[in-house]
């Protein structure tokens, strides 16, 4: 098992900026897929960006794609969301996620992450 824990939310101006961390702790980080998702009052959890085990492939939904930038660092067990150009859409929790799984096709998709992380809450003012 893997346990994660994400830092780095608040309260921003729109155009802004935050970098968002999740640290984990428990097996061997770098066995996992890291993925970043987040809710919205009142919506479904909804993909962010993913990393693949040795940082060689990312993804982003395109709702993001060129504002945020996923990384991460297996020798210290954390994975990074950068978030530019930050908008007023963008305010949600945010969950950090570590999946199990070897299919790139399921980057996306929430229910084949295995672990998650408490979520930290990212607000955008306008």
């Known amino acids: 098992q893997v346990q994660l824990v994400e830092s780095g939310g608040g309260l921003v101006q729109a155009g802004g900026s935050l970098r968002l961390s999740c640290a984990a702790s428990?097996?061997?980080?770098?066995?996992?897929?890291a993925g970043w998702f987040r809710q919205a009052p009142g919506q479904e959890r909804e993909f962010v960006a993913a990393i693949n085990r040795r940082s060689s492939n990312t993804y982003y939904a395109d709702s993001v794609k060129g504002r945020f930038t996923i990384s991460r660092d297996n020798a210290k067990n954390t994975v990074h969301l950068q978030m530019n150009s930050l908008k007023p859409e963008d305010t949600a929790v945010y969950f950090c996620a570590a999946g199990e799984f070897y299919d790139y096709s399921f980057y996306r998709a929430r229910n084949k992450y295995n672990y998650w992380g408490q979520g930290t809450q990212v607000t955008v003012s306008s």
């Open positions: 428990g097996r061997t980080f770098s066995l996992y897929v």
